[in-house]
T-cell receptor, first 116, second 111 residues
């Protein structure tokens, strides 16, 4: 049982390049999330999805796009990378925010992205 | 604005003693609070949570206390063990679709 798997684990991009981060979960979770972690800032929500075919903006969505074509996958895209997007990106999934009570999220191992 | 604040970037305690990690929040709509633990090069893992209808939740060596009037929660680890050394994140939700995280506190438990 892999849980939440992120691909790739490391990447270096040049300013202006594009890339896609892939997140896959095998727990049949409805909700999926993309966070970024920066020093002194904790984890900040970029985008999230409450089910297949749905996406919504989080706290810091600018410069990112997402897609959830299949329930188990959540893709995060950077169309034109900027140095300010250098960060560690975490994907997470959960059963949902309103299933009787809030349920905790399970996180992937993270993707360390450097934009030079 | 940071709605969840962990004002202590680091904490060091001796093995066997109590570790107390603190968290403050500003949004009175938050009704569910969680603590996550993170080791280097790994994703955060869920540790313990508490709903706003409670003021205490205990799970083994870990206890979370919630003071709604002060908008403050704390995580107590007793007794602390070297394997508890990690970064601890406090998180809060208003029951919506996201969690707001604090900046984290790095706990070091010395043998």
């Amino acid at each position: 049982n892999a849980g939440v798997t992120q691909t790739p684990k490391f990447r270096v991009l040049k300013t202006g390049q594009s890339m896609t981060l892939l997140c896959a979960q095998d727990m049949n979770h409805e909700y999926m999330y993309w966070y970024r972690q920066d020093p002194g800032m904790g984890l900040r929500l970029i985008h999230y999805s409450v089910g297949e075919g749905t996406t919504a903006k989080g706290e810091v969505p600018d410069g990112y796009n997402v897609s959830r074509l299949k329930k188990q996958n959540f893709l995060l895209g950077l169309e034109s990378a900027a140095p300010s997007q250098t960060s560690v990106y975490f994907c997470a999934s959960s059963y949902g925010a309103r299933t009787g009570s809030f349920t905790e999220a399970f996180f992937g191992q993270g993707t360390r992205l450097t934009v030079v | 604005d940071q709605q969840v604040k962990q004002n202590s970037p680091s904490l060091s305690v001796q093995e066997g003693r109590i570790s107390i990690l603190n968290c403050d929040y500003t949004n009175s709509m938050f009704d569910y609070f969680l603590w996550y633990k993170k080791y280097p090069a790994e994703g955060p893992t869920f540790l313990i949570s508490i709903s706003s209808i409670k003021d205490k939740n205990e799970d083994g060596r870990f206890t979370v206390f919630l003071n709604k009037s002060a908008k403050h929660l704390s995580l107590h680890i007793v007794p602390s063990q070297p394997g508890d050394s990690a970064v601890y994140f406090c998180a809060a939700s208003d029951g919506g679709n996201d969690m707001r995280f604090g900046a984290g506190t790095r706990l070091t438990v010395k043998p």
